[in-house]
T-cell receptor, first 113, second 111 residues
Framework: ETGVTQSPTHLIKTRGQQVTLRCSSQ?????VSWYQQALGQGPQFIFQYYREEENGRGNFPPRFSGLQFPNYSSELNVNALELDDSALYLC????????????FGAGSRLTVL | TQLLEQSPQFLSIQEGENLTVYCNSSSVFSSLQWYRQEPGEGPVLLVTVVTGGEVKKLKRLTFQFGDARKDSSLHITAAQTGDTGLYLCAGAIRSARQLTFGSGTQLTVLP
């Protein structure tokens, strides 16, 4: 059974650019959530996708968007990057929609200069 | 907005000592989870508590959920260097899609 895999592991962008982060869910999990973890903080919920539709969103602006594909893999897109977007972005999958038991990937470390 | 406050923020102890980490909120949660996160990794679930007053033991770790389901504690007995990591509590509300995380307690166990 494979876990949650994320790519890239690290990347550096400049202000105003756009970034796409990718996540492959754990086998059999149909729900994926994205969290942002700033340095020294706990993860903050961005949004959740279930059956290819967003079904929950945290307090993040519209420039944070996502996709879920038929194979349950997912993307997080961030437009017009700001310095404060520098963080570890975590993807987590669950068996069903809801908070439940999350299996996290190792994250993508984004640095915005 | 549900907030979870963890204390202490940082904790450095010698191997063999005991410690307790606290997680407090003014909100009621349907369940509360504890995670441990190591550098370069995502959080890994340690335990889920769902009943007020519940106590769960996992080897040297003891987790307690408050009677009112607003707070929780994690007690580690005879800490080992392998216990070093960031400990996060996270609360869930039945109707919500997300977990609300605390800011974490960075534990360092020195040999």
């Amino acid at each position: 059974e494979t876990g949650v895999t994320q790519s890239p592991t690290h990347l550096i962008k400049t202000r105003g650019q756009q970034v796409t982060l990718r996540c492959s869910s754990q086998s059999g999990h149909n729900t994926v959530s994205w969290y942002q973890q700033a340095l020294g903080q706990g993860p903050q919920f961005i949004f959740q996708y279930y059956r290819e539709e967003e079904n929950g969103r945290g307090n993040f602006p519209p420039r944070f968007s996502g996709l879920q594909f038929p194979n349950y893999s997912s993307e997080l897109n961030v437009n017009a990057l700001e310095l404060d977007d520098s963080a570890l972005y975590l993807c987590a999958s669950t068996l069903t929609s809801g908070a439940n038991v999350l299996t996290f990937g190792a994250g993508s470390r984004l640095t915005v200069l | 907005t549900q907030l979870l406050e963890q204390s202490p923020q940082f904790l450095s102890i010698q191997e063999g000592e005991n410690l307790t980490v606290y997680c407090n909120s003014s909100s009621v949660f349907s369940s509360l989870q504890w995670y441990r996160q190591e550098p370069g990794e995502g959080p890994v679930l340690l335990v889920t508590v769902v009943t007020g007053g519940e106590v769960k033991k996992l080897k040297r770790l003891t987790f307690q959920f408050g009677d009112a389901r607003k707070d929780s504690s994690l007690h580690i007995t005879a800490a080992q260097t392998g216990d070093t990591g960031l400990y996060l509590c996270a609360g869930a509300i039945r109707s919500a899609r997300q977990l609300t995380f605390g800011s974490g307690t960075q534990l360092t166990v020195l040999p």
